[in-house]
């Protein structure tokens, strides 16, 4: 199947391919702009499988590297540099999985301008496995910021109510993180003379006088894209807004990028600044936890429910990774993988009672269970996924994390895990509460008497997701195996640094 | 006048002779049939723009010390030529359906380009002062060509009165330098500088003066007043090419004199710059805001570029960064000028008679009805915000890597946060374009669509392999003596 080109190369651009035949569909034939859209993203998934095929368990270093100079400007090279380890692998499967499955979910959902959204979606997916690939500071930032652009449009355009403000607010606050961040990669090349990884990983000494401010400047890009509380006030109005496509990718993938860059980015370049940000960064992690918790059991929507349920799912990742722990980290990676399914499942349920109903306020439904059994089994295995039921997905996760927080050196104290873990209870009740508001009890409103069960598309678009929320819960081994080498070498580089704070 | 003499300014000769030729030939071009001076125009252009590029490569000082030609000005020539016929372009169908299609406007144009052609191969302070009264003088006239709009002919008597005024502190400053060093030649300046004889107050006093006359030009806070009442005033065409080409020239007659006869002053200078580059910055991005008419929305965004651009210019004294600085910021002409004039082009693709269809409300609709248009004011919103995938990004990339290399990095931030306003109102027009609903009426128009698609793909496939054109700024040294 090699035809001459990096397979890394082909997993990032390959949707282009896509593109460029849509843009050529006159706009009309939405049928064949939907079936190339999710034929291209299909055999996207099926690069991205190859490329997982070609990947080296065994090896904890970065894997099948591209890397040739793009421009040359006085004093420093800006390289075209791609490749993996198993991090980036699990989040690069994560994307090309979740792409297609939510293309196929608007099948229904978006009748209008089909052919810019698919045109946009397609330009994301380039954007963000680019984004979890490169290795060029620059040309990470590049991808960064570029994927800015699809989801702006797809919110402006194809949007709720209130979808300008809320576009524009997305675009503003990212923007503003990534400004900060552009200043510290230009300080970083000027001082290291360089802008790849790996350079910039061996030569760390020379910016490690600057690194907390570094750390703050990267660290705030990220922080604003996790969200980590109190930066996250962009996501409810984001996710409320978006259309269920673009939120389904917004949890599942986009707000991953922050914490990958966390992970990519400042824990290996600045490990100093990482050690002594821990706490203030898991405090802030756990307070994301229960203020996320706690406002979405105060919500009467359902999708800002999921929105704010995302915000505490995200805390539990970021104090997963400031733990600096083995098992904190690979928690924590596996649990940025469970968020993706379980609430990118979530968003994907939530538009579909929209699109039935075209309201998502909890009053309007009651009893669906009667109605749409098949709709509310499926709904049910996914809330309890989220909530961290042994067997399932989250719970591996969850568990995880705790167990590193609480064993954490940098951390030193088991409050934080202590008071996460009061998360996973909140968590419990507010989804509960939800499931039972909309799908048990007798049916108190007429209109829900009469709504269809779900299509056979709309089986086949979940149905991939609850197999692997089964797979991750039961059977872990074959995911941890995957992050684990990664992990393990960032840990002991971290854990070096920590030896010479203390 | 020797063979090398001539050869120097050969481009500039045939631009003007060519200028004047058109001008008597004009007279028997009969008012229906005005496309053919247009069309004698181009091709004046083109001649000089290849004769330009034969020139590349090559270096001298002619005419005893008062001319040089170096990679520099080739580059800089070439920008000018070009923009030169991108506004033949936007001007012709544009002149003929606002009822207003003289031949003028291209021999002005011509006279125009010549004029800035002259100031950036200019060696001596008087040929300077010679230049940009031939480079302003018909830019006052084709300021109020639409005349006798009264919105045209307000325009042109404000650039006048202005322009007139920032040529008497250039004026002014030469005098002062003359006194100072007893000399107009850059060299002998310089000479004059290193040597210890220059009397340091009337040099400085001179050197300021100077700087805030060129700030007149390049539209600099607190000298850009006139711009965006000049730009709204003007005919659209014109004002395209002034945010473009005018700005163009006075950056490089800026850079030309201060890197070559002041490069001792660059430490003193360097507070007063970075005060009026951030001054230029903030301002040109907060009042941009508030615009609600698309061409003072752009004139108010080309002063903030100006802004950008004296970012890069604040460390022009020190040997490692001088030449870095150079590049940055023609680099940067090139990106921002794309850019600027595509979106200029869609500007006049949407105006209607009688100054319609000129505020952002106009634009409502623009992107479901036109999407080709739409997609090419998208790429420039986000190639003037500075956004990957854009020339604009690497352009502003390059002139904050030198400001930082340069330990500029507090004005740097400066450049970052005000980026970001200018993120809000540019993306303003976008939602304009995609996210409301309107009826906008376009006039289509051959040279208008190739000009605003071919910036935009330009702008978009130069983004990706930005190459060569990095290493053709690398290459526009500036000889210094």
Not at chain 1, 267 to 285: I, S, T
Request: glycine residues 10%; charged residues 10%.
């Amino acid at each position: 199947m090699n035809l001459g080109i990096h397979p890394l190369v082909l997993v990032t651009f390959f949707p282009l391919v896509g593109f460029l035949a849509i843009l050529f569909i006159p706009g009309q034939r939405k049928t064949a702009i939907r079936w190339t859209a999710l034929v291209t993203s299909l055999l996207n998934f099926a690069i991205s499988l190859w490329v997982l095929a070609k990947f080296d368990r065994a090896d904890a270093g970065i894997q099948l590297a591209l890397r040739t100079p793009w421009l040359r400007l006085p004093g420093i090279t800006i390289d075209f540099f791609l490749g993996l380890d198993g991090m980036s692998l699990l989040l690069v499967l994560l994307t090309a999985f979740l792409t297609p499955v939510t293309i196929l979910s608007t099948w229904s959902a978006v009748e209008e301008k089909v052919k810019g959204f698919m045109l946009f979606f397609l330009l994301l997916e380039v954007g963000m496995t680019g984004v979890f690939l490169a290795l060029d500071l620059v040309l990470f930032y590049i991808f960064w910021e570029f994927t800015l652009i699809p989801m702006y449009f797809l919110i402006g355009v194809w949007g709720g109510e209130r979808r300008i403000y809320a576009a524009v607010k997305v675009f503003l606050f990212t923007m503003f993180g990534s400004l900060l961040m552009l200043l510290a990669i230009l300080y970083i090349g000027f001082t290291a003379g360089s802008f790849a990884w790996q350079d910039l990983l061996a030569s760390r000494e020379l910016f490690a006088s600057m690194q907390l401010w570094l750390f703050l400047a990267f660290g705030l890009a990220f922080a604003i894209k996790v969200p980590m509380f109190p930066l996250h006030t962009w996501l409810p109005d984001a996710h409320v807004e978006a259309p269920t496509a673009g939120s389904v990718i917004l949890a599942g993938v986009l707000l991953k990028m922050g914490a990958y860059g966390f992970l990519r980015f400042n824990l290996p370049l600045f490990p100093q600044a990482a050690v002594q940000a821990a706490p203030w960064m898991a405090m802030l992690a756990v307070i994301g936890i229960l203020y996320g918790a706690a406002v979405a059991l105060a919500q009467k929507d359902v999708k800002k429910l999921v929105a704010y349920s995302s915000v505490s799912h995200l805390g539990f990742v970021m104090l997963g990774i400031f733990a600096l722990t083995m098992q904190g980290i690979s928690g924590g990676v596996l649990q940025m993988i469970n968020h993706g399914l379980s609430t990118g499942a979530l968003f994907l349920i939530v538009g579909m009672l929209y699109e039935r109903r075209h309201t998502r306020e909890m009053s309007a439904f009651g009893g669906i269970w009667k109605v749409m059994p098949v709709f509310a089994a499926l709904t049910l295995i996914v809330t309890l996924s989220s909530m961290g039921l042994p067997g399932l997905n989250g719970f591996i996760g969850e568990f995880t994390i705790l167990l590193g927080a609480f064993s954490s050196p940098v951390l030193n104290t088991p409050w934080f895990a202590g008071l996460a873990t009061a998360g996973v209870i909140l968590a419990a009740v507010y989804l509960l509460v939800m499931f039972e508001k909309v799908f048990l009890g007798p049916v108190k409103v007429e209109a829900n008497r009469l709504l269809k069960d779900l299509s056979a598309r709309e089986i086949i678009t979940l149905l991939p997701i609850l197999i692997l929320i089964f797979w991750i819960g039961l059977y872990p081994q074959p995911f941890f195996e995957l992050i684990n080498p990664s992990v393990e070498r960032l840990v002991a580089l971290v854990q070096n640094a920590a030896m010479a704070v203390h | 006048m020797t063979q090398a003499d001539f050869y120097s300014i050969l481009p500039i000769i045939v631009l003007a002779g060519w200028a004047l030729l058109l001008l008597a030939v004009d007279l028997w071009i009969p008012k229906e049939r005005k496309s053919l001076t247009a069309l004698l125009a181009a091709v004046g252009l083109a001649v000089s723009l290849g004769l330009t590029l034969a020139q590349g490569g090559t270096s001298a000082l002619t005419f005893g010390g008062l001319i040089m030609l170096d990679g520099f000005a080739v580059y800089l020539n070439v920008i000018f030529l070009v923009s030169g016929l991108i506004a033949v372009a936007l001007g012709y169908d544009y002149l003929k359906r606002m009822g207003m299609e003289r031949g003028e406007y291209y021999v002005m144009m011509l006279f125009s380009i010549s004029g800035m052609m002259l100031i950036t191969q200019a060696y001596n302070l008087l040929v300077v002062f010679l230049a940009l009264e031939t480079l302003s003088i018909p830019l006052y006239v084709l300021a109020g060509f639409a005349h006798p709009k009264l919105e045209s002919q307000e325009a042109a008597l404000k650039y006048f009165l202005l322009g007139a005024f920032s040529s008497a502190f250039v004026l002014y400053g030469i005098a002062l330098i003359f006194g100072a060093t007893a000399t107009v030649g850059l060299d002998g300046i310089l000479a004059a500088l290193q040597g210890g004889t220059a009397n340091p107050v009337l040099f400085s006093a001179g050197a300021a003066l100077m700087l805030v006359g060129f700030g007149f030009k390049v539209a600099a806070v607190p000298f850009h007043k006139w711009a965006p009442d000049v730009y709204q005033g003007s005919p659209s065409p014109v004002s395209g090419f002034m945010s473009v080409a005018v700005k163009a020239a006075g950056f490089a007659v800026l850079l030309r004199i201060f890197l070559t006869a002041f490069p001792g002053l660059a430490a003193s200078l360097a507070p007063a710059v970075w005060v009026i580059a951030a001054l230029t910055m903030i301002v040109g991005n907060v009042m941009a805001i508030i615009q609600s008419n698309i061409k003072r929305l752009l004139a108010y965004s080309s002063i903030a570029h100006a802004g950008y651009m004296l970012m890069a210019f604040v460390p022009y004294g020190s040997e490692q960064n001088a030449g870095q600085s150079v590049a940055a910021m023609v680099f940067y002409l090139i990106a921002y000028g794309l850019t600027t004039f595509g979106a200029w082009a869609v500007v006049v693709s949407l105006e209607q008679a009688e100054g319609k269809g000129l505020t952002l409300d106009d634009y409502a609709g623009l992107g479901p009805k036109y999407p080709w248009l739409g997609v090419a004011m998208t790429v420039f919103m986000l190639s003037l915000t500075g956004v990957p995938l854009t020339l604009g990004f690497w352009g502003k990339f390059y002139l904050f890597k030198t400001a930082v290399d340069a330990g500029y990095a507090g004005l740097a931030l400066v450049g970052l946060i005000t980026s970001l306003v200018s993120a809000y109102y540019y993306l303003r027009v976008v939602v304009m374009m995609f996210m409301r609903s309107g009826d906008p009426r376009v006039r289509r128009d051959g040279w208008l669509s190739l000009v605003a698609l071919g910036a935009a793909l330009a702008v978009v496939a130069l983004s990706v392999v930005p190459g060569r054109l990095l290493e053709a700024a690398a290459n526009a040294v500036l000889r210094l003596q």
